[in-house]
C-alpha cells in the first residue's frame, strides 16, 4: 500500500530535549516536505526536499533541522525545542513526474513541548 | 502573491441541510491547482479533490460538489443532505505550476463544520 508514515504520531517532551521525528514514504517520491498546523496560522510550510541530499528552507525554517540521506526518509530534527514548536506536523510526499506533482501526507504527528 | 481564503471559520448545520463551504484564492499564475482537505477528529489530512485551472467544469461526487469559478477566483465546496459524519475541518489549498522547484500548497485557514444530529 503506497503511503507516508510518521513516528511517533504523539510525543510529549520537555523544553531542550533533542527529538528527531521520522518520516517514511514507499512510492520512490523525489519531493518531500515537512508542514506544521497552528489553530490560526493554518499549515505553514517548513522544509522541502526535491531529492537525496537536496534540502531548502520553506516559510517557518527556524528551530529546525531536516536531512535526505536516502530518498525514501525525510526526518525533522528538533535539536532543542521549545514550547512555541508545539504543533501538529504532517510530512509530505510527492512524485515530480508530471505536471501535477500530487502530494500524499502522512498522519501528522502532534508536539507537546513543556 | 498567493493566497487562500476562506472566510467562513465555523458552520453549524443540522443533519440533512446543505451546507457550502467557500473559498477565494488569489494567484497570478495562469496555471494552477486547487485542492480541498477534509481533517475529521483524528487528525489526518484526507484528500478530496484537485481541480486544474484550465479546468472549469464543475464536479459531483456522491454527496459532495464543487464549483470552480475562474471569474470570480472561487472554489466552493457544497455538502448535500449533511451527515454527522461530514463533521470535520475542512481546507482548501492552491498551488501554482510555475512554483519553481518548491511546490508547496498554499493553505486557507479551514473551516471547522460540525454537523448536528
Known amino acids: 500500500e503506497a503511503q507516508v508514515t510518521q513516528n511517533p504520531r504523539y510525543l510529549i517532551t520537555v523544553t531542550g530535549k533533542k527529538l528527531t521525528v521520522t518520516c517514511s514514504q514507499n512510492m520512490n517520491h523525489e519531493y518531500m516536505s515537512w508542514y506544521r498546523q497552528d489553530p490560526g496560522l493554518g499549515l505553514r510550510q517548513i522544509y522541502y526536499?526535491?531529492?537525496?541530499?537536496?534540502?531548502d528552507k520553506g516559510d517557518v525554517p527556524e528551530g529546525y533541522k531536516v536531512s535526505r540521506k536516502e530518498k525514501r526518509n525525510f526526518p525533522l530534527i528538533l535539536e532543542s525545542p521549545s514550547p512555541n514548536q508545539t504543533s501538529l506536523y504532517f510530512c509530505?510526499?510527492?512524485?515530480?513526474?508530471?505536471?501535477?506533482?500530487?502530494?500524499?501526507f502522512g498522519p501528522g504527528t502532534r508536539l507537546t513541548v513543556t | 502573491a498567493q493566497k487562500v481564503t476562506q472566510a467562513q471559520t465555523e458552520i453549524s448545520v443540522v443533519e440533512k441541510e446543505d451546507v457550502t463551504l467557500d473559498c477565494v484564492y488569489e494567484?497570478?499564475?495562469?496555471?494552477?491547482?486547487l485542492f480541498w482537505y477534509k481533517q475529521p477528529p483524528s487528525g489526518e489530512l484526507v484528500f478530496l479533490i484537485r481541480?486544474?485551472?484550465?479546468d472549469e467544469q464543475n464536479e459531483i461526487s456522491g454527496r459532495y460538489s464543487w464549483n470552480f469559478q475562474k471569474s470570480t477566483s472561487s472554489f466552493n465546496f457544497t455538502i448535500t443532505a449533511s451527515q454527522v459524519v461530514d463533521s470535520a475541518v475542512y481546507f482548501c489549498a492552491l498551488r501554482a505550476h510555475n512554483a519553481g522547484n518548491n511546490r508547496k500548497l498554499i493553505w486557507g485557514l479551514g473551516t471547522s463544520l460540525a454537523v448536528n444530529p
Open positions: 494567484t497570478r499564475d495562469t496555471t494552477y491547482y
Open positions: 481541480r486544474n485551472s484550465f
Open positions: 526536499s526535491m531529492n537525496v541530499e537536496v534540502t
Open positions: 509530505a510526499s510527492s512524485s515530480i513526474a508530471g505536471a501535477v506533482w500530487e502530494q500524499y
